[in-house]
C-alpha cells in the first residue's frame, strides 16, 4: 500500500475529532464524580453509609453492562445517530435527577438513568463505520487518549467544582456536558457510509467467534487489573512520595501524557507493518512486567511512577487497539452488537476489579492485589496467543 493508504481523509479526521470531543464531553461528566463523591455524599441523607456511597457510584456500570448488548444492536439496526442521541438525553435526564435530588436512594435512581444510556458500543461502531481499516487503530487511539486526559483533567477540576457549587453544582455540570455531547452527537459528527447488510450473518456467530472471544476476555481483564491496581496505587503513591491526596493529580497528569508519546508511534508502525497480531502480544507482556514490577515498586517512588507510565503506555495502546480488532473481525453488518458484548465485558470488568482487589487488599494486603494481576495478565497473553492474524481486506473509500 501507499503511505497515503495510512493518512485520514478530511472525512475521516472529521469523524474521529468529533467522536473523541463526545467522548471528552460525556466521559468528564463520569470522571468528576470519582475523586470527590465519597467525599461530597457525606452531607446527604444515607451519605455516611460507605454501602449506599458504593451503590449509589456503582449504579452506572451496572446499568450499563445491561444495556451495551442492546445499544450496539440497535445501532445495526435503526442507525448510530438516532441510537447515540437518545442515549445522551437519557444521560441528561438522569444528570439533572441528580442535582435536583437531596437524597442518596434519588441519586442512586439518577445514575441507574445516567447509565441506562449505554452509547459506548454504538460511537465505537460509528468511527469503524466512518475510517478505513487502515486508520482505524489510529482513530481509536484518538478517542482513547481523549478519554485518558479527560481523566487527568478531572482530578483536577472535580474538586475545584464541589468548592464552587457541593454536589448538586457538580451534577449541574455533567448535565451540561451531557448537553454538549448531545450537541455534537446531533449536528457535528458527519454521518458514516451505511454497512453492508448480511442477511445469513447471526447473532451466534458473533458470541462464537473465536477471537472475539479473546477480545471480550481481553478488554474484560485490562479493566478489571486497571480497577484493582487502582484500590492500592493511590494509598502507595502517597506513602512513598509523601504527597497529600488532593496533589496526585501532579503525578497522574505527567503520567499520562507520557504514555501519550509511546502510544503514538507503536500505533502507526502497528497500523502500517500490519503487526496487529504481536503488538497486541507485546502489550500484554507489557501489562505482566508492570504487575510484577509494581509488587516490588510499592515502596520506591521513582520506581512506581516508571511503573504507573509503562501502565498507562501499555493500557492506551490495548484500548486503541482492541475495539479496532472486533470491528475488524465482526461481521459488518453486526459489527455494533459485537462491540455491544466487547463494551458489556468491559463493564463487568470494571465491576469485578473492584471487588476482587477491595477484597484482596483487605485480606491478603497489597502485594496480593500486584501478584494476581499479573497472574490474570499471564492467562489472558496464553488465551490471545492463539489470535489469528487479521485478514486482508479490500479497501473502501470514505469521503473526503
Not at 173 to 201: D, E, K, M, N
Request: aromatic content about 10%.
Amino acid at each position: 500500500m501507499t503511505s497515503s493508504s495510512f493518512r485520514m481523509t478530511s472525512f475521516e479526521r472529521r469523524a474521529s475529532l468529533s467522536l473523541a470531543a463526545l467522548f471528552m464531553c460525556r466521559m468528564l461528566g463520569l470522571f468528576l464524580l470519582l475523586p470527590v463523591f465519597a467525599v461530597a455524599a457525606k452531607g446527604l441523607p444515607g451519605g455516611s453509609d460507605p454501602a449506599r456511597v458504593g451503590l449509589a457510584l456503582g449504579m452506572y456500570g451496572l446499568t450499563q453492562a445491561f444495556m451495551q448488548i442492546p445499544f450496539g444492536l440497535a445501532s445495526d439496526r435503526w442507525g448510530r445517530r438516532p441510537v447515540v442521541v437518545f442515549g445522551l438525553v437519557l444521560f441528561v435526564i438522569g444528570s439533572v435527577v441528580c442535582a435536583v435530588s437531596d437524597d442518596l436512594f434519588w441519586i442512586t435512581i439518577g445514575r441507574a438513568i445516567q447509565g441506562a444510556g449505554a452509547i459506548s458500543a454504538a460511537v465505537t461502531a460509528w468511527l469503524a463505520d466512518a475510517t478505513r481499516d487502515e486508520v482505524r487503530t489510529k482513530a481509536m487511539a484518538m478517542v482513547g487518549a481523549s478519554i485518558g486526559l479527560t481523566f487527568a483533567v478531572s482530578l483536577v477540576l472535580a474538586p475545584v467544582l464541589v468548592g464552587w457549587g457541593g454536589l448538586t453544582g457538580l451534577f449541574w455540570t455533567i448535565a451540561a456536558l451531557g448537553v454538549a455531547a448531545l450537541a455534537v452527537a446531533a449536528w457535528v459528527v458527519p454521518a458514516a457510509p451505511p454497512a453492508p447488510r448480511v442477511a445469513s450473518v447471526s447473532m451466534s456467530s458473533v458470541l462464537s467467534h473465536p477471537d472475539l472471544v479473546r477480545l471480550n476476555l481481553g478488554v474484560f481483564t485490562l479493566h478489571l487489573i486497571q480497577v484493582a491496581l487502582f484500590v492500592v496505587v493511590p494509598a502507595s503513591l502517597v506513602h512513598a512520595g509523601g504527597l497529600e491526596a488532593s496533589s496526585l493529580w501532579k503525578v497522574y497528569l505527567p503520567v499520562v501524557l507520557g504514555s501519550f508519546v509511546v502510544m503514538v508511534p507503536v500505533i502507526g508502525v502497528t497500523e502500517r507493518f500490519a503487526t496487529h497480531r504481536k503488538t497486541l502480544l507485546a502489550a500484554i507482556g507489557g501489562l505482566v512486567l508492570v504487575c510484577l514490577l509494581l509488587t516490588w515498586a510499592q515502596q520506591h517512588f521513582a520506581w512506581l511512577v516508571a511503573a504507573l507510565v509503562l501502565f498507562f503506555s501499555v493500557f492506551n495502546i490495548l484500548e486503541a487497539m482492541q475495539p479496532s480488532l472486533v470491528s475488524r473481525v465482526a461481521p459488518p453488518a453486526l459489527k455494533g452488537l459485537a462491540l455491544g458484548f466487547y463494551n458489556t465485558s468491559q463493564a463487568i470488568g470494571l465491576f469485578a476489579g473492584g471487588a476482587l482487589g477491595g477484597w484482596l487488599l483487605s485480606h491478603l494486603g497489597p502485594a496480593a492485589v500486584f501478584q494476581a494481576a499479573a497472574t490474570l495478565a499471564v492467562i489472558w497473553l496464553l488465551a490471545a496467543w492463539g489470535m489469528r492474524p487479521l485478514p486482508a481486506r479490500t479497501a473502501r473509500s470514505v469521503a473526503g
